[in-house]
């Protein structure tokens, strides 16, 4: 949280993987309120996967997702 403004989504130092396949490995992001922020690459890349880390769906190895200020990891 910088300023003490609460991002709408936050990771911190998030980790993530599927048997010996490492997804994510100390990944830092923010989705700041009001902004509109595309999430592109190519199949097979984890973008599927962040939206399930964000809507708590799955849980990381290590780290915290946040939405809007609660940890949902």
Known sequence: ???GVT??????RLRFSRGEQVIFDE???RFERG???AVLGPS???KT???RLIGGQVR???G???VDGTEVS
């Open 49 to 51: 996967t962040l939206l």
């Open 1 to 3: 949280m910088e300023g």
């Open 44 to 46: 097979g890349t984890g």
């Open 64 to 66: 915290v997702v946040r």
């Open 7 to 12: 991002p709408m989504i936050e990771l911190a």
């Open 60 to 62: 990381p190895k290590s």
């Open 35 to 37: 902004e509109v922020t």
């Open 27 to 29: 990944v830092d992001m």
